[in-house]
C-alpha cells in the first residue's frame, strides 16, 4: 500500500494564466511521486493515495506523469545517453477515433505508448496516393542513404528500393498534404524534411535501422547542422502490395501492414536505442510496394 503524501502538499496552490486555481507539483510532492515508484508502487496505487489526500484527479496524473518523465531524463543522462528533446505527437487524449486534420479527418487505428507508434487510417485520398505516385515514377533512381561516415549520400545494400525526394511545398498536392502531417503531428510544416518516395519491387526490403543519425558518427555534427535531429518518421503508404512489404519493430516484435492511404508514426526522443524505434521494411513477397516518407526534424529545416 503506498503511504499516502502529506496532506499540505495539496494545499499549496497557484494561479494559472487562465486565472483557475490549480494545485502546484512541490519539490515535496516529486520526491513522494519517485519514492513510490521506487517502493514498486503500481501508478493507480499512487494515484489514488494523491485523491484520498485531496488531490484533484487530473492534476495527481498529470503530476505523476511529468515527475517520472523528468526522472526517468536525468537517470538516462547520467547514464550517458543524450538528453530528451520534445517530439512530434498527435492529440489523442480520450482516445479518440479520428483527428480533424482540417480538410480531412483521420483515423486512429493503434497506439503504442513505448515506443511511440501511432497508425493511422485514411490520411491520404487515393487520389492523393496516385498522384504521388505519378508525380515521383519519372524522378527515381536507385535509393541513397544519408552516409553518417561522411555527411554525403551513398547507395546503401540494405535499401533495396528506389526513390526520390520532393522539394518541401513543391505542388498544390505535396503542399496540402504537408499541412495535414503539420495539424496532424502538431508540428511546424518548416520542420519537415522533403517528402521522400520509395518504391519496392519483388524482393526488395529496408533492413532494420533507426532514423535518427547516430551521434557516434563522425558525419553526424555536419547533417543536424541543418535542422537538428530527426525526431519522428510519418511513413505513408501509397499503395498495397498484395504480400509481403509490412513495417516491422523487432523491439516490440510488431508489424503494421501496408494499405493505400494509411500511415505509420513514430518518434525517438533521443537518438539513442532506448527508444525501441527499431523499424525495417521487409522483402515484398508478390506485387510492388510504394510509401511517401515524412522525417520531422527538432528545428526548421532549411
Ligand atoms: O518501407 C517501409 O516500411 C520503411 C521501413 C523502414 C520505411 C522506412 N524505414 C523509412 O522510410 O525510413
Ligand atoms: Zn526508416
Known sequence: MASQPDPDLASATTVQRNG????????????????????GHAAPVVLQSMR???????????AM??????HLNAVAVQQGQPAAVPVPEPHLDESPAQVDCGDRTVNVLLTLARPRIVVFGGLLSPEECDALIAAARPRMARSLTVATKT????????????????????????????????????????????????????GAEYKPHY??????????????QRGGQRVGTLVMYLNTPEKGGGT???????????QRGNAVFFSYERPHPSTRTLHGGAPVIAGEKWIATKWLREREFK
Open 248 to 258: 516491422t519493430f523487432p523491439d516490440v516484435h510488431l508489424e503494421v501492414a501496408p
Open 151 to 202: 555527411g554525403g549520400e551513398e547507395v546503401n545494400d540494405d535499401r533495396t528500393s528506389d526513390g526520390m525526394f520532393f522539394q518541401r511545398g513543391e505542388s498544390p498536392v505535396i503542399q496540402r498534404v504537408e499541412a495535414r502531417i503539420a495539424r496532424l503531428l502538431n508540428w511546424p510544416v518548416e520542420n519537415g524534411e522533403g517528402v521522400q518516395v520509395l518504391h519496392y519491387r519483388p
Open 211 to 224: 532514423d535518427y543519425f547516430d551521434p557516434a558518427e563522425p558525419g553526424t555534427p555536419t547533417i543536424v
Open 20 to 39: 483557475a486555481a490549480r494545485q502546484a507539483i512541490t519539490p515535496e510532492l516529486r520526491r513522494w511521486i519517485i519514492e513510490q515508484a521506487q517502493a
Open 52 to 62: 484520498d489526500a485531496g488531490w484533484d484527479e487530473d492534476v495527481a496524473a498529470e
Open 65 to 70: 506523469e511529468i515527475t517520472l518523465q523528468d
